[in-house]
């Protein structure tokens, strides 16, 4: 089973990825953590990914193309994988599909969980973490109820900034969403129902 998981930021992909990668036993591949380790391991493509970011340039989308390749080779992605954050753009879709097929694999299914931008602004303004342990709790977390660690609100989780994220998720995904549709691989969950309604609508989708 290959996922690709799409939704805004905030719209809750991380928790109905944990519970996929657990209940199905697939990888998890974010782009953002196979560049990091492909830095940090000096790898030739990793080398040239840093060579951007060092720059402060965008990573090239061959160079995260051939990362995701080199990951999806890896023993824990053969029964399946969730991809989080690539693909980004119908452009990156197509390249991505093009090596799939030469791998001789296919995405079953692009996942859009769907949150409306307001309750995300809210969600996100609200939104508290544990500096000891990462937990990601509410503004009624005085403590982390995990380690008893201090909650702290990151810089970013502000009204102004949240609706400015969401605005260029829009502009930069919609094409992707139109992919998916035409490709007859885009389903949609309502992502403001509790986690558990929403793996469950999940579950239903791909059962």
Not at 124 to 152: Q, T
């Amino acid at each position: 089973m290959n996922i690709v998981l799409l939704g805004a930021p905030g719209a809750g992909k991380g928790t109905q990825a944990d519970k996929l990668i657990e209940e199905y036993s697939i990888a998890h591949i974010s782009t953002g953590n196979i560049l990091r380790e492909a830095v940090k391991a000096g790898t030739t493509l990793g080398l040239e990914a840093k060579s951007y970011m060092d720059a402060g340039d965008l990573v090239p989308d061959s160079t995260v193309i051939g990362l995701v390749k080199e990951r999806l080779q890896e023993d824990d992605a053969k029964n399946g994988f969730i991809l989080d954050g690539f693909p980004r753009t119908a452009t990156q879709a197509v390249a991505l599909a093009e090596e799939l097929k030469d791998m001789g694999r296919d995405i079953d299914y692009a996942i859009a969980v769907n949150v409306a931008h307001e309750v995300i602004v809210d969600r996100l303004c609200n939104r508290r973490l544990c500096k000891v342990c990462g937990f990601i709790g509410s503004v009624d977390d005085a403590v982390c109820p995990v380690c008893g660690g201090a909650m702290y609100q990151r810089d970013d989780d502000n009204p102004e900034t949240v609706r400015n994220r969401l605005d260029v998720y829009e502009k930069s995904t919609a094409p992707l969403i139109d992919y998916y549709r035409n490709a007859g691989l885009l389903v949609e969950v309502d992502g403001e129902m509790s986690p558990e309604d929403v793996f469950a609508a999940i579950q239903a989708i791909i059962a």
